[in-house]
């Protein structure tokens, strides 16, 4: 029997999708809206863990002192009883203090290094690159486990924030953890900024772990359906190596 030619065979999978990302952020990634009604705020949370989201962050600048910890605490039960990985935004002792799953830091939040000798090994961190890989590369060194890109669409949160090519997702599932080792991990790659169910599906196709998203989940008229439309991005889209 002669030997198969080369265009039977298949197609060689790209080093940069060989490796499972070290982090469990993936997937749908919510991101609390500035309301202050928390009921609200929860019944959004829940109607989103039905449509599919897995992550978590609450982000709350306009409270601060015990209401803010009060309402993280109801937020941290709740994800416990949802199954959903519970991030805190910007205050790593805000999420020892309510024993979330993680922090994530943007580049205003101070070094990473001391932030993950005080959190020790066990909390997830995130770090904003916005259209740095140098930066990801950075955080990576200081103890992050998932690096996170964006606006990679104009954002409504943030109109004037930089504009992170798709490209970027692509070249970050190039790095590793820890940088040039051999363990065969890499950080898990967030997009944010400006996604929806319609171009969602370009982002995961790019590179992207995970889809953090406010407005376009939590200011919709059915929080569960546009969730479950989001995760469909992830069962319809696989990576590519170019935007």
Request: one cysteine or more; a negative charge.
């Amino acid at each position: 029997m002669s030997s198969a030619s080369a265009l039977d065979l298949p197609a060689p999978t790209p080093k940069s999708l060989a490796f499972p990302p070290a982090s469990p952020i993936m997937g749908l990634y919510g991101i609390t809206p500035e309301w202050d009604d928390i009921d609200r705020l929860a019944e959004g949370i829940a109607a989103a863990s039905r449509g599919g989201m897995q992550v978590l962050q609450f982000r709350r600048k306009l409270a601060s002192g015990n209401r803010k910890l009060a309402e993280a605490r109801r937020l941290k039960d709740l994800c416990d009883r949802l199954g959903i990985v519970y991030i805190i935004n910007d205050d790593w002792r805000l999420a020892l203090d309510v024993g979330a799953t993680g922090v994530h830091l943007g580049r205003d939040d101070g070094d990473l290094a001391p932030v993950r000798a005080q959190v020790g090994q066990g909390m997830l961190i995130g770090a904003s690159c916005y259209n740095e890989l140098a930066l990801a590369e950075s955080a990576l060194r200081q103890g992050a486990d998932h690096v996170a890109f964006g606006a990679v669409f104009t954002s409504p949160t943030k109109p004037l924030a930089v504009r992170a090519p798709l490209s970027c997702l692509t070249a970050a599932r190039d790095l590793r953890l820890p940088p040039n080792g051999e363990d065969a991990r890499r950080p898990a790659v967030v997009a944010i900024g400006g996604i929806t169910p319609d171009n969602a599906p370009s982002v995961v196709a790019a590179g992207a772990d995970a889809l953090a998203v406010i407005s376009a989940l939590f200011e919709t008229d059915d929080i569960e359906a546009t969730a479950r439309a989001f995760s469909r991005a992830f069962a319809s889209s696989a990576p590519t190596l170019s935007e």
